[in-house]
């Protein structure tokens, strides 16, 4: 923080760094896990920021927690018993909570002080939390994995960047529990980060998991306030039911759920997974 502007710099976006002006700093401390801080900008809105890195802004959110919970949810043909790994502002939870066929929301988010801090400043996305199919866990996402080998119909990681806690959801054996997790059939989506920065990190990823599961895909959205703008998804499904992958909505979103939404459209989740050609040779080697 220099001048009242916040500075977003990191090891894994060397020598860039977005940027935004504060209007009011409104919690700043150290958990047990990491450094939280919550501001008011002048223009995002209310920003939460972990270890230095922006996690959401009130002006973009809706973007990444949209295209993260309805494009495994609207390929799933009937979706039942959902589990979330991180995502602890709840921004996803009220993503979830939109789909009427679901009848269980499990999370499991490591620092219950990002719940805490989220509920109290964020309540437009800690309002996920509200839901009555919501159940909590605090532990770390891979321990949970390991130890409740359940049976999801989809599984969401909600993670943030690997560096510090979050490092071990980005490992295989991490992808091989969640696929143990998931009935026939499921699908795993998780936070994929950036093609214009990562592809080194996502290129092996992808290639180390695709033996596991029946498909493996990635797809992207914008949002300004990740680095570059641009962050994506890996999905990945487990073998047993459609084998189309998740490119596909197989579910008609109803205009009820649709008007309420602000960047998921069923032509959007086709589109998302067009990659540019770089990223696509990057990522599959074609
Ligand atoms: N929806 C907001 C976006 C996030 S939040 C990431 C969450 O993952 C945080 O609440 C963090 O506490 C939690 N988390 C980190 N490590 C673990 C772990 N091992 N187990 C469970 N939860 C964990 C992601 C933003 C992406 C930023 C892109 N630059």
Redesign the pocket.
């Known amino acids: 923080i220099i001048d009242n502007w916040f500075h977003e710099r990191g090891p894994l976006w060397p020598g860039q760094s977005f940027s935004l002006q504060i209007k009011q700093i409104l919690h700043h401390a150290q958990s047990q ?2 450094d939280i801080l919550v501001f008011d900008s002048v223009h995002h809105g209310k920003v939460l920021v ?1 270890d230095g ?4 802004t009130e002006r973009d ?1 809706f973007s ?2 949209e295209m993260m919970a309805h494009i495994p949810l609207f390929a799933h043909p009937n979706p039942k018993r959902v589990l979330v ?5 709840g ?2 939870l009220r993503e979830i909570a939109r789909h009427p066929s679901v009848e269980e929301i499990c999370i ?4 219950k002080e ?1 719940i805490e801090v989220s509920k109290k400043y964020l309540p437009f996305m800690a309002k996920g939390f509200e839901d009555p199919r919501v159940q909590v866990h605090i532990m ?3 321990k949970f994995m390991e130890e409740n080998q359940g049976s999801f119909d989809v599984i969401i990681t ?4 690997p560096v510090g ?2 490092s ?2 980005f490992e295989t054996p991490f992808y091989k529990a969640m696929h143990g997790s998931l009935r026939e059939g499921g699908i795993v989506c998780t ?1 994929g980060e950036c093609v214009w920065l990562h592809v080194d990190l996502i290129g092996p990823l992808v290639k180390a998991i695709t033996p596991l599961f029946e498909t493996v895909e990635y797809a992207y959205c914008t949002i300004p306030s ?2 570059s703008g641009q ?1 994506g998804f890996i999905l990945a499904r487990k073998a047993g039911g459609d084998v189309r992958g998740c490119k596909e909505p197989v579910r008609e979103a109803g205009d009820d759920v649709l008007k309420e939404l602000r960047y998921y459209t069923p032509e959007i989740h086709r589109a998302a997974f067009v990659l540019p050609a770089f990223a696509n040779r990057a990522i599959f080697g074609e």
């Open positions: 896990f990491q972990l890195v922006i996690q959401c959110e990444y927690q790994i991180g995502g602890g502002d921004g996803v499991c988010e490591l620092d990002v770390d996402g891979a909600d993670s943030s960047d806690p979050a071990v959801l936070q990740y680095p962050i």
